[in-house]
């Protein structure tokens, strides 16, 4: 292996001329460590990576490297294995589509869309018989997140999916916001992450994706065919297991893709006019993009000819108003559903002691008297239970729920261990829960519901 800190990666085309598929690498160069005929591809060496059995084909690993995780559904053989401290997520696949998955995902989380973090790309692969087998792309496993099939315990309900498809359907928005094509959207290339009782969705396949700087309304259309399609086929899948309930209509859910996604586009991205007299409608524009989680950059006003009509064009930057500003004023990385009740409960504690006090002071006093001390107040076995903003959050509704129960000003400090002890304790651990792909395969017919991929 050359000895060397950081290892050198081709760059990715951004000639967008071009149809957006990066160019087959034929022969390893700089951009690859190389151990006799391994080649690894990575943004950062982890000298780990070694320790692995690269020579046994992935379908044999020995269970003494794997992780022992879930196992869910995909085209590809996908293992889960330690790797340090951590865990990883191993998909064998050809040289080309693994290299194309890389760089995409690269590129994904330079424009900070919610998915899976590419480690290497590893080829040059033989068994120590000289057979050549299958290069491999290397993610890291997403903490507590969950694929759906790990949503429920016996049925799920359909509040529970509802909920999934508008986190599925935000997260197609954001994506096509971003001129990304995913090619291949359902629920099993998906992970969920809990966000303050709802779900964030984080895409874990990025495959069949291309990166254009502009969708075409056909192109956005055809993924959301894909997305009902793919996900009616699913439900149909559950529904044959008899692991949703019997009065859910997995075609009809599968509609509702089709409305979420075309509410939230069109509340980002749909003209506006009004009258001059009328500009408070500006306030109230922004106000419902940030509820739906999205900045606003800047806004294109038109007056018409007879100068009385003004034109709203929104300008998107990104999801996120609530956990940026929640970042900004304690440091605290947060989805946005846990931000936006973090921030209220850290508004109404400066309203109700601190009233005059500087809204940064006022925040980390918060930390340190709130956040903190719920954080501490988990047990060490608890500890992979949630992740800590989650804990904070759903600690506070529990709080809230007492003291409306029973008509007091319930201590914080009685709520956290009323919390502990009657709900936390009989969660199921979420830390290590990740989409894997050997699970029983899906009918003939159930097949053909999914779009070819």
């Not at 018989?129 to 309900?157: I, M, N, W």
Request: net charge negative; aromatic share 6%; with cysteine.
């Amino acid at each position: 292996m050359t000895e060397t800190s950081n290892a050198q990666w081709h760059d990715e085309p951004t000639d967008y001329d071009q149809a957006g598929k990066l160019p087959r690498l034929r022969s390893s160069s700089s951009n690859a460590e190389t151990l006799g005929s391994l080649n690894i591809t990575a943004a950062a060496t982890d000298p780990e990576l070694l320790d692995l059995p690269w020579h046994i084909a992935l379908e044999q690993w020995p269970a003494s490297a794997l992780a022992a995780l879930p196992r869910g559904i995909s085209r590809h053989i996908v293992r889960f294995a330690h790797l340090g401290g951590s865990v990883i997520a191993v998909k064998e696949t050809s040289e080309h589509l693994a290299r194309h998955e890389y760089h995409m995902l690269r590129k994904l989380q330079r424009l900070d869309v919610p998915c899976v973090k590419p480690v290497a790309v590893i080829s040059g692969r033989t068994t120590p018989e000289g057979e050549e087998l299958d290069p491999v792309l290397v993610t890291s496993h997403l903490k507590f997140s969950l694929p759906y099939r790990a949503l429920f315990s016996q049925t799920l309900r359909r509040d529970t999916l509802t909920r999934l498809i508008d986190a599925q359907a935000l997260l197609l928005v954001r994506l096509h916001l971003i001129g990304f094509y995913w090619g291949d959207v359902s629920l099993s290339n998906t992970l969920f992450r809990r966000d303050a009782g709802s779900f964030a969705a984080y895409l874990v396949d990025a495959e069949t994706g291309e990166l254009y700087p502009e969708l075409s309304s056909g192109q956005r259309e055809y993924d959301l065919e894909i997305a009902r399609v793919n996900i009616a086929g699913e439900l149909m899948d559950l529904a044959e297991g008899g692991l949703i309930e019997e009065k859910v209509d997995p075609l009809a859910t599968s509609e509702l893709i089709m409305d979420s996604y075309r509410r939230l586009w069109t509340e980002l991205t749909e003209k506006e006019s009004f009258e001059l007299g009328e500009r408070w409608r500006v306030g109230a524009r922004i106000r419902r993009l940030n509820e739906l989680g999205f900045d606003v950059e800047e806004y294109v006003i038109k007056t018409a000819e007879n100068g009385t009509q003004i034109q709203l064009q929104p300008k998107v930057v990104d999801a996120g108003h609530h956990s940026r500003r929640l970042l900004r004023l304690t440091g605290l990385d947060a989805q946005e559903n846990q931000a936006r009740r973090l921030l209220n409960d850290m508004d109404a504690y400066r309203a109700d002691n601190n009233p005059t006090l500087d809204e940064e002071f006022s925040a980390h006093l918060w930390v340190n008297e709130v956040f903190e001390p719920i954080v501490r107040a988990v047990p060490r076995e608890l500890g992979g239970k949630l992740e800590p903003a989650e804990v904070v959050h759903e600690v506070l509704e529990h709080r809230w729920y007492m003291s409306e129960r029973e008509d007091r000003n319930v201590p914080l400090a009685e709520a956290v261990q009323s919390y502990l002890d009657d709900e936390l304790r009989h969660r199921r651990d979420e830390a290590e829960i990740m989409l894997t792909s050997d699970a029983k395969p899906r009918s003939t017919d159930d097949s053909r519901a999914s779009t070819a991929r």
